[in-house]
């Protein structure tokens, strides 16, 4: 076992023990009749047609992606890069999260990994934006029009904050290496701050890119009150517009596999003083989980039967770092 190997694996044991654990708390401090009763008012038709309309989802959530890279390789090479990435953050004990393999996939086609790094920070970025701008808005709407200003102003800050992170890069990488020439890597370091620059060039892609992704966490949003629904959670609209993009963020800590248990007793926590029965909010939580699962699944077949793998080859990781 290499010390790659090995690392990777720790990583992992980590992941599945936070979610085992988190797991274990959910169903000792929960009623697990009340969880299975939930899950038995899901039926077979709604789980399909949330689950077709999740892939829809990410069909364009791949297609923002795309564009942010000036679409630089075909868009099915992008597609199936989306989701060995989705499949790779969800299913695989690797090192390597969702969005390196994604990056790696793409670099394979296009051999440009500063371009490709640049448009993956840029993806991250315009989704966090999102998310933050959708919660803010549920806090608003929960708040009342007293509350309204003040989550103006933070999410004005926050896209300004990032929209910061991403112009002021380039003039700081290309003043770092003016000023201390010999420092390594001085010409990846050059061509990735270019690529940001030629990003930040587009100010109209950018724009199109949070709206969409704004939109698409927001159908997502819908297809989660789609379940709970069933299984009956009855809160306000706008608390899920607060909670769920919340507990999507505190998911993505790298202390469980893909949110596992992390997921549900975050939303549960967030959802409770809205009147929503804990039990039933991870029964829904845990049929979305299920999504998440087979829509990597899917993404793992695709790959396989295209051929592809989910480690780069050695020679393409060189050039990405060259």
């Known amino acids: 076992m290499t010390r790659g190997t090995g690392r990777a694996l720790r990583k992992w044991a980590i992941r599945a023990g936070g979610s085992a654990l988190a797991l274990a708390l959910i169903f000792s401090l929960l009623p697990r009749e009340a969880i299975f009763e939930g899950f038995a008012r899901l039926t077979w038709p709604l789980f399909l047609s949330v689950f077709a309309s999740f892939l829809v989802c990410h069909v364009a959530a791949a297609a923002k992606w795309w564009w942010l890279m000036d679409r630089a390789i075909g868009f099915p090479a992008a597609l199936r890069a989306h989701f060995g990435g989705l499949a790779a953050n969800l299913c695989l004990p690797g090192a390597a999260?969702?969005?390196?393999?994604?990056?790696?996939?793409?670099?394979?086609?296009?051999?440009?990994?500063?371009?490709?790094?640049?448009?993956?920070?840029?993806?991250?970025?315009?989704?966090?934006?999102?998310?933050?701008?959708?919660?803010?808005?549920?806090?608003?709407?929960?708040?009342?029009?007293?509350?309204?200003?003040?989550?103006?102003?933070?999410?004005?800050?926050i896209l300004a904050a990032a929209s910061a992170g991403l112009f002021l890069l380039p003039?700081?990488?290309?003043?770092?290496?003016?000023?201390?020439?010999?420092?390594?890597?001085?010409?990846?370091a050059l061509r990735t701050a270019e690529a940001f620059a030629a990003l930040t060039r587009r100010p109209g892609v950018l724009l199109a890119a949070l709206a969409l992704s704004v939109s698409i966490q927001a159908a997502l949003i819908g297809l989660s009150i789609q379940l709970a629904l069933v299984v009956g959670v009855n809160v306000p609209v706008a608390a899920w517009f607060f909670a769920w993009p919340l507990a999507k963020i505190i998911a993505t800590l790298p202390v469980s596999l893909g949110g596992l248990g992390v997921r549900e007793s975050s939303l549960a926590a967030l959802l409770a003083p809205f009147g929503a029965a804990a039990a039933e909010v991870v029964a829904s939580g845990l049929a979305w989980q299920g999504i998440l699962y087979l829509a990597g699944a899917l993404g793992a077949l695709v790959l396989a039967l295209s051929g592809g793998s989910f480690r780069t080859r050695p020679s393409a990781i060189k050039e990405m770092s060259e």
């Open 97 to 157: 999260g969702g969005d390196a393999v994604r990056a790696g996939l793409a670099h394979v086609a296009l051999r440009d990994g500063p371009r490709v790094a640049a448009a993956a920070v840029g993806d991250r970025t315009v989704d966090l934006v999102a998310l933050v701008c959708l919660m803010l808005v549920g806090l608003t709407l929960i708040g009342g029009a007293g509350s309204g200003g003040f989550a103006i102003a933070v999410a004005g800050g």
């Open 171 to 188: 003039p700081l990488v290309r003043a770092l290496w003016r000023r201390w020439p010999r420092l390594p890597a001085r010409d990846l």
